[in-house]
Nanobody
Framework: QVRLVESGGRLVQAGGSLRLSCAAS????????MGWFRQAPGREREFVAA????????YSADSVKGRFTISRDNAKNTVFLQMNSLKPEDTAVYYC??????????????????WGQGTQVTVSS
């Protein structure tokens, strides 16, 4: 069982930046693909970004491309989401997720086996 704990969410003004962190309990963290998803009230959970386990290749949704960056530190079992140029429409609960290995459906929530509890990001206009 992999336990994921997110942190870093808070209220920020539009145009500002935040860095979310997700700490994993798994000692073999390095073989897990990690992803960030978000869910706003009344909306489906949506893919934000993912980073593969083998090559650290990153993928991001069109809505955040150029503004958000996912990265990982395998030595610290942690994945990050650097969010710049934040917009009010980025307001959501952000979730960290993980699955072992790789899959071409990294953007699909059901691909992920493990989820954190979420951290609230609120962007004011």
């Amino acid at each position: 069982q992999v336990r994921l704990v997110e942190s870093g969410g808070r209220l920020v003004q539009a145009g500002g930046s935040l860095r979310l962190s997700c700490a994993a309990s798994e000692r073999t963290f390095g073989i897990y693909t990690m992803g960030w998803f978000r869910q706003a009230p009344g909306r489906e959970r949506e893919f934000v970004a993912a980073i593969s386990w083998a090559t650290d290749t990153t993928y991001s949704a069109d809505s955040v491309k150029g503004r958000f960056t996912i990265s990982r530190d395998n030595a610290k079992n942690t994945v990050f989401l650097q969010m710049n140029s934040l917009k009010p429409e980025d307001t959501a609960v952000y979730y960290c997720a993980a699955f072992r290995g790789w899959s071409g459906t990294y953007y699909y929530p059901k691909t992920y086996n493990y989820w954190g509890q979420g951290t609230q990001v609120t962007v004011s206009s």
